[in-house]
T-cell receptor, first 113, second 115 residues
């Protein structure tokens, strides 16, 4: 069974602060995906990282995939109130049994004005 | 193009009843996956379908079943509902096997409440 541990579970910060969310596993994934979910809605894809060591930037968000493709991090610079939400990491596996996305437990971020 | 459409958005059912949820994938997407989301367990994988065939199944009891039609639309069924089945049920689509590596597109979900 592939497991993804995400930390921290909860994060409450002031607007303008920086933060990092971590996603760790003992398993290797074909890709690592980050989603953001608003209450009552489905997760929305933010980014996919595929290559070990890959770094992707999306405005104030920086995503990194570990060299061994087992862990990832999301760093937000100068957080804004609009960044409030549930952030989910998910590892993709493709084998003979089919495809599956394994999700971490999520990080609930609250950015206060 | 239209996103993933799930119907209904909300459902209230009584213990022991059964329920059917529907998912229409993005046009051209032939793979559909289902997830259950609860506060305690997070997002857990239910099934994956491609070309009307179930390719993968999560660790859920046999009361949970699903199917996919020739137009790629999918349904999932839960029989003999239990209070613990209360959850947000999410459907996601992607073009085909292996292509989910680049990201899934999720619907808004069906909120099922069992009373």
């Amino acid at each position: 069974t592939q497991l993804l541990e995400q930390s921290p579970q909860f994060l409450s910060i002031q607007e303008g602060e920086n933060l990092t969310v971590y996603c760790n596993s003992s398993s290797v994934f074909s890709s690592l995906q980050w989603y953001r979910q608003e209450p009552g809605e489905g997760p929305v894809l933010l980014v996919t990282v595929v290559t070990g060591g890959e770094v992707k930037k999306l405005k104030r968000l920086t995503f990194q995939f570990g060299d061994a493709r087992k862990d990832s991090s999301l760093h937000i610079t100068a957080a804004q109130t609009g960044d409030t939400g549930l952030y989910l990491c998910a590892g993709f596996a493709d084998n003979n049994a089919g495809n599956m996305l394994t999700f971490g437990g999520g990080t609930r971020l609250m950015v206060k004005p | 193009k239209a996103g993933v459409t799930q119907t209904p958005r909300y459902l209230i059912k009584t213990r022991g009843q059964q329920v059917t949820l529907s998912c229409s994938p993005i046009s051209g997407h032939r793979s559909v996956s289902w997830y259950q989301q609860t506060p305690g367990q997070g997002l857990q994988f239910l099934f994956e379908y491609f070309s009307e065939t179930q390719r993968n199944k999560g660790n859920f009891p046999g009361r949970f079943s699903g199917r996919q039609f020739s137009n790629s639309r999918s349904e999932m069924n839960v029989s003999t509902l239990e209070l613990g089945d209360s959850a947000l049920y999410l459907c996601a689509s992607f073009p085909g096997p292996g292509q989910g590596a680049y990201g899934y597109t999720f619907g808004s979900g069906t909120r099922l409440t069992v009373v």
